[in-house]
């Protein structure tokens, strides 16, 4: 682990693991995209309109995953003073916030035929326009600090006290009376969904998760070059690649 740690190391495995990815993505998408526009039958209740779902649901769950994903680095880096982590967090930022702002962007398109309106200040809704804030809040106050060391410091403690929102997003549809469906795909027991519009449904949960570690690693490895630019392996590795 200490020697994956090291920024030369984890660079090769980036790069190393960056095609696999991509391809495991194509593959993960275009099912989920197949099954979930054409194989998937329309819902009884909601028609076609209920297919905005197999981006919704994904982004959503992304929206959650990477902001803890960023909170266990956080911990990571102000209790062992890794320099992985900040890096893995700077790289997960804007991508969770797009994620974040496409799954309310998403559910508004879905509630105006559903519920007459674009938005409405419901417990699920609320709490993840929360979430955007915390990152962009990351953002602006990482540009604020005068020195990089500080802003990385006062990043990571922003997202583990914002953290705790993370279970209030998830959990708000049970705590509270919400127009937002409830949970379906913790019931595995007895599935609120049909097979076929399961299945695709994973499938594009996988897809986007795939996707946030193929961009974050890319990411990563140009922020490993730059904060590396004076050691020899950089500029072996741009000598390699010019």
């Given at each position: 682990m200490q020697r994956l740690l090291a920024l030369k190391n984890f660079y090769?495995?980036?790069k190393a693991l960056s095609p696999w990815l991509l391809l495991t993505w194509v593959a993960l998408l275009a099912y989920g995209v197949i099954g979930g526009l054409v194989w998937a039958p329309a819902d009884y209740q909601q028609g076609e309109a209920f297919r905005i779902i197999y981006v919704h649901v994904p982004s959503a769950f992304l929206s959650l995953g990477i902001y803890t994903a960023m909170a266990m680095m956080a911990a990571i880096h102000l209790i062992?003073?890794?320099?992985?982590?900040?890096?893995?967090?700077?790289a997960s930022v804007p991508i969770g916030a797009s994620f974040t702002f496409l799954a309310l962007l998403t559910g508004a398109l879905w509630g105006k035929p559903m519920w007459g309106t674009w938005w409405v200040?419901?417990?699920?809704?609320?709490?993840?326009?929360?979430?955007?804030f915390l990152y962009l809040g990351y953002i602006a106050l990482h540009r604020a600090m005068p020195r990089p060391d500080m802003a990385e410091r006062a990043g990571s403690l922003l997202i583990l006290i914002g953290v705790v929102n993370v279970p209030i997003v998830h959990f708000s549809v049970t705590w509270w009376y919400t127009l937002h469906q409830g949970p379906t795909l913790s019931r595995f027991a007895k599935p609120a969904m049909a097979p076929e519009m399961l299945m695709?449904?994973?499938a594009m949960i996988a897809a986007f998760g795939v996707f946030y570690v193929w961009l974050a690693l890319l990411c990563?490895?140009?922020?490993?070059?730059a904060r590396?630019?004076?050691s020899t392996w950089v500029q072996e590795e741009v000598i390699n690649n010019a």
């Open positions: 090769a495995f980036a062992w003073r890794v320099k992985l982590a900040t890096i893995w967090i700077a200040w419901d417990a699920r809704l609320t709490s993840e326009l929360v979430l955007l695709p449904l994973l990563a490895r140009n922020a490993c070059l590396e630019s004076t």
